[in-house]
């Protein structure tokens, strides 16, 4: 089982990090052209966590604050993103705007018909059904971890 474990470990690590750079490298389309995959990340974190403040944001990416800052304020001047006071007046709290929205959307669009031309005739969707179950579970586990 142990062995078994480290395959796994290793095959998931393998995907998502050459698997990530493979499909982006192979994205068509105006989005992936003019937004780099760092902004990209940034607003696809902010559709799934935001509103929330650029210290979480650092947090997320890994990286240093000046980074996510650069990131912030490029995507501030297109109009994808909006700095607004929370609750607390000294909190600052960055969101998407509707444009971001649609960026967000072309992208996750772009990359579903990359991975399912992909895919097409290679899985069939008993394996696809499986892969949903195990992913469900351990994203169940890691927000059990998180809590």
Do not use: C
């Amino acid at each position: 089982m142990k062995e078994l474990m480290r395959e796994a470990v290793q095959l998931f690590e393998e995907v998502m990090f050459q698997g990530a750079e493979h499909v982006i490298d192979a994205m068509e389309g105006d989005v992936w052209r003019e937004y780099s995959r760092e902004q990209l990340q940034l607003l696809k974190l902010l559709e799934q966590f935001g509103p929330i403040q650029a210290g979480q944001l650092v947090q997320k990416q890994g990286v240093h604050k000046s980074a996510v800052s650069n990131r912030l304020k490029k995507l501030v001047d297109k109009n994808l993103v909006v700095s607004r006071r929370g609750q607390d007046q000294r909190e600052r709290l960055i969101e998407l705007t509707e444009a971001g929205r649609h960026i967000v959307e072309a992208a996750d669009a772009a990359v579903y018909r990359y991975v399912e031309s992909l895919l097409d005739g290679e899985i069939d969707e008993a394996e696809i059904e499986q892969f949903v179950r195990t992913f469900r579970k351990i994203k169940q586990l890691l927000r059990i971890g998180e809590e």
